[in-house]
């Protein structure tokens, strides 16, 4: 009966509607009202009332949510908490600020590491240890703001009961990290050792391989990180077994080739000659390497391979063979009265190392005979005659000649070896050439004497003893080419023989003399000497360098010292000079090199002299005249 008279309800409602809009509008929006009420008065009770308490909760919850959401609105909802700390009600400007003061004093407290006996106390800085406030608050902002009904509510409840606490990450540098647990790993870690093949002479042994231990890196890595993040600091680490790269298995085949290898002696042979090698010389050209056992590779992945070392066979085939080869000579300059000319390179005749190898296993290792026909090819110099007429070298630069006595014997034998060692030097564009390099250290292994040097300010007897000589030479030829001068020192003493202010003192480990090659082409050294001079020459490309010089007055002039020594054996009154004074001064000489007219560099040559002191000797020795004698008549 309801449903008939709503049905006619509607029917007698139907033209209202369409003549009165306004009050149809009203009457559409009961008519869901009263369907659902129809709805709900055809269920049984109990189901009417469940439904209707649950949509009067829901309508409650979403107010309520609609509340809390405004009431946190800009702020990170109530209860919520970081790593314990409390940031509910708070911006995300403040919770930055909140989290940073209370998650620091946990970061800045160290944690002990412990391995085997030893321990470590690493703090934050040493593994770079940090927490993302920034994010830690942005994460605390999104609570409640998520997506779908469910998960809002749910999180907004969690944080009013105290249940949203996020765990702040730590994050580290892991080149630091890498660095801490490595130390701590070559503390207490042992390597593990290959298994490798011993040969001595003929007798040839396999090692086995040993295990080894250490930390377990990515674990620790791991539990490091998570100690920085907690209240337990302290971290024990346990060693692990590490296998060998390489076992035993991985090196028999090196050992089996190394057994044949020295099985037997070996024949070289070239043309119609013949050489014999001994098996214990062969076993010394045995050399083993890993193959496949670095990076990290599995335990027991690597093997070892056996091969012939090639410098130690060069060492021992080529002085053999030498008859039959033939050393390549580089293209040299030879000088003659302000010339210069090219002596052409020569090829030379030597042993094919890579070839030979090749051959030599193969005769090692074939099972056939052990002979090996030896491999030979053409050896080109270092300078070939294309190369060293490329380097411009043509003209003279220029020349200095400087004398000496020729009574002086080791002096004048260090002279010749200097120059000797100087002759034929090559300075490549742009470089600077070094005196001391060049020479190198004067010993007596190389023929170098004793004789007079200034050491000190003194005279002394000095292996090399002479070398200021050559020092002073090619200073002056260098002054004289325009050339740039890179390191020049006067001697400590005025030496009256050597040109004014143009002296040059050197020394092994102590002061040197260098020049530049400012040209685009080479320069070559010359020398040439008798017994009593030497002259040093420059050869190069014409530089059009024109050298102007000034040589200043002494200035600063100091008086010399006289210190006398009593000599009994000498009578009262005499002096006898031992060592002639000199007196301290000082000079200027100035240089000034032109091209094409025009300055191009002007150079200052100060020279500061020390006052030599003056040794005399003065005699004490007292002498009783003579009293003639009387006779009586």
């Not at 369409?18 to 129809?38: E, M, N, Q």
């Not at 409840?157 to 249940?163: K, M, Q, S, V």
């Not at 011993?198 to 998570?226: C, F, H, M, N, Q």
């Not at 390099?437 to 023929?447: D, S």
Request: include cysteine; glycine fraction near 10%; aromatic fraction near 6%.
């Amino acid at each position: 009966m309801t449903d008939t008279t709503e049905t006619e309800t509607s029917k007698i409602e139907e033209p209202t509607v369409v003549s009165t809009p306004a009050r149809s509008r009203g009457r559409a929006h009961r008519a869901p009202k009263r369907a659902v009420l129809g709805w709900l008065s055809g269920m049984p009770a109990a189901a009417r009332w469940s439904i209707i308490v649950g949509a009067t909760l829901v309508v409650l919850l979403l107010v309520a949510v609609g509340a809390d959401m405004g009431l946190s609105a800009g702020r990170i909802h109530p209860g919520v908490r970081v790593a314990g700390v409390a940031v509910g009600g708070m911006t995300r400007t403040e919770a930055i600020a909140a989290i940073d003061t209370g998650i620091k004093p946990l970061l800045e407290r160290p944690i002990k590491v412990t391995a085997e006996a030893d321990s470590w106390d690493l703090t934050a800085a040493q593994v770079g240890a940090s927490v993302d406030a920034s994010a830690l608050a942005t994460a605390a902002y999104g609570i409640g703001r998520g997506t779908g009904l469910g998960g809002v509510v749910g999180e907004r409840l969690a944080a009013w009961f105290g249940r949203e606490d996020i765990p702040f990450a730590v994050s580290v540098d892991e080149a630091l990290v890498s660095s801490v647990l490595g130390q701590i790993d070559d503390a207490v870690g042992v390597a593990a050792v290959d298994a490798s093949v011993e040969v001595t002479g003929t007798d040839v042994r396999l090692v086995p391989s040993i295990d080894g231990k250490g930390i377990d890196r990515t674990a620790a890595r791991e539990r490091i990180i998570k100690a920085f993040a907690s209240e337990e600091r302290t971290v024990d680490l346990a060693l692990v077994t590490r296998g060998a790269a390489i076992s035993e298995d991985g090196a028999r085949a090196a050992y089996d080739t190394a057994l044949k290898m020295v099985s037997g002696p070996l024949t070289l042979v070239y043309d119609t000659k013949k050489w014999e090698v001994s098996a214990q010389t062969v076993g010394g050209w045995l050399a083993f390497r890993s193959v496949g056992a670095t990076g990290g590779v599995e335990p027991g992945a690597g093997t070892l391979e056996c091969y012939l070392d090639s410098a130690e066979v060069s060492a021992t085939v080529v002085p053999l063979v030498k008859e039959v080869g033939k050393v390549a000579k580089d293209a040299t300059f030879k000088v003659s009265n302000g010339t210069v000319s090219i002596v052409p390179a020569q090829d030379g005749l030597g042993v094919d190392a890579e070839d030979l190898a090749a051959r030599l296993i193969q005769a090692l290792t074939g099972g056939g005979e052990r002979v090996a026909e030896l491999a030979m090819k053409r050896v080109e110099p270092a300078i070939t005659t294309d190369m060293a007429k490329s380097m411009g070298i043509s003209t003279r630069l220029a020349t200095y000649t400087t004398t000496y006595s020729a009574s002086n014997k080791p002096r004048v034998n260090n002279i010749h070896l200097l120059a000797d060692a100087l002759d034929g030097t090559l300075i490549p564009p742009g470089g600077v050439f070094s005196f001391n390099e060049t020479i190198g250290p004067r010993t007596a292994e190389k023929g170098y004497q004793e004789a007079n040097a200034i050491v000190n300010g003194k005279l002394v007897p000095q292996l090399g003893g002479g070398v200021c000589q050559i020092g002073t030479t090619i200073f002056n030829t260098v002054f004289f080419s325009g050339l740039p001068v890179v390191e020049r020192h006067n001697h400590s003493l005025y030496i009256s023989h050597y040109p004014k202010g143009r002296d040059a003192t050197v020394s092994w480990g102590g002061p040197d003399f260098k020049f530049r090659n400012d040209t685009s082409n080479w320069i070559l050294v010359a020398t040439a000497y008798t017994n009593s001079s030497v002259t040093v020459s420059l050869y190069g490309t014409e530089t059009g360098y024109k050298v102007e010089y000034q040589t200043g007055p002494f200035t600063n002039t100091v008086a010399f010292p006289v210190r006398e020594i009593k000599d009994p054996t000498l009578p009262v009154g005499t002096k006898i000079v031992d060592e002639k004074g000199a007196s301290g001064r000082t000079v200027v000489v100035t240089r000034v090199v032109k091209k094409n007219g025009a300055v191009i560099r002007t150079d200052t040559f100060k020279s500061v002299y020390k006052p030599a002191e003056e040794v005399v000797r003065v005699g004490t020795k007292v002498v009783t005249p003579s009293t003639p004698s009387t006779t009586t008549p």
